[in-house]
């Protein structure tokens, strides 16, 4: 495209050239793994969600589940398109497997599959990629009660790793201290964030050109942290756009040791990859300390114990 075609785009207040809604091309993709429960629930949400969005494709990509879920996509009358991997390699290997098949040039839409989306949330979400200045757009989550979830967060740090184990989640959150971001005006208003929980994203195909794959090492949880931080690296902004919700049923982690001890493995290593040595193993004695500190509570902390001093051995 010329210099001429591009002086005749329309421009935001900060001179940023705006890209048409109705110009761009979407890929819905979700992962799924068993999820016959749940996956019926997100896929009759997805015409309403996705209301106002003229070029989309829907993809699941099953990761050799066990129950019904390809014989439950494929009659569902959004029309789905079905890969089966054959394998079950993890979150970040399905969505590659879904990115590998639509062009350099398509939006990305991540779901889980018990995510729930909202009449028109997807065109609202979008209006966060407007700016060149945006990589990836996430929506306001919301609980099946309706209350709004604490999904963002902060980069993993000594600090918000400490905060967590000297005064709790809860308390660390509300103090500015945690990884999880308390703060009520950010989830009212929205802005620029470092990451947030990885059940919807939208990526745009400019942030899917720069980051490239997702990293199939983390197999599940911290693969959005690390995309996220790739994004932000890159120079593209990660925005909360608090106009755009969904609804996600959750919580798998809190029931499963196998998935507590996962996902605090794959927290250590993030972080490992990012600092050095001593950084890395004050971080990871943080954790220690307090899984330690809450051993009484349940078994989920002795499995997140084991994994954070190395017992654990997972996948």
């Known amino acids: 495209m010329d210099a001429s075609i591009k002086q005749r785009e329309p421009l935001d207040d900060s ?42 494709e829907v993809i699941v990509v099953d990761n050799d589940s066990h129950d019904h879920s390809v014989d ?33 040039s398509v939006d990305l839409l991540v779901l889980n599959p018990d995510i729930r989306l909202l009449p028109g949330s997807i065109a609202s979400l979008y209006a966060g990629l407007s700016k060149s200045s945006v990589g990836v757009a996430v929506p306001q989550v919301r609980g099946e009660d309706g209350a709004v979830s604490k999904s963002i967060r902060r980069e993993p740090s000594i600090m918000t790793a400490w905060s967590e184990a000297l005064l709790g989640g809860t308390l660390a959150a509300r103090m500015g201290l945690g990884e999880i971001v308390h703060d009520p005006a950010l989830y009212k208003d929205g802005g620029p964030i470092e990451w947030a929980t990885g059940a919807i994203l939208l990526v745009s195909a400019q942030a899917r ?29 990660v925005l909360y756009v608090p106009t755009s919700q969904a609804i996600h049923i959750g919580g798998d982690y809190h029931s499963s040791d196998f998935l507590t001890a996962l996902m ?43 994994a954070a001093l190395g017992l654990w051995r997972g996948r």
Do not use: C
């Open 264 to 306: 605090t493995a794959n927290r250590i290593k993030y972080h490992r990859r990012h600092h050095g040595a001593l950084a890395s193993a004050i971080f990871r004695s943080g954790i220690v300390a307090g899984e330690v500190m809450r051993l009484a509570i349940g078994s989920g902390h002795r499995s997140a114990l084991s």
């Open 209 to 237: 050109q720069a980051i490239g794959d997702w990293d199939e090492s983390f197999f599940l949880y911290s693969e959005e942290v690390d995309y996220l931080q790739r994004v932000r690296a890159a120079g593209l902004d």
């Open 15 to 56: 001179g940023i050239a705006i890209r048409p809604l109705g110009a761009r091309k979407l890929a819905v993709v979700t992962v799924a793994y068993n999820s016959a429960s749940v996956l019926s629930g997100l896929l009759d949400s997805l015409r309403a969600g996705l209301e106002g969005i003229a070029h989309y």
């Open 72 to 104: 439950l996509a494929l009659a569902h009358p959004i029309g789905a398109r079905v890969i089966r991997t054959g394998r079950n390699g993890g979150y970040s290997a399905g969505i590659n497997a879904a990115t590998a098949t639509i062009g350099s």
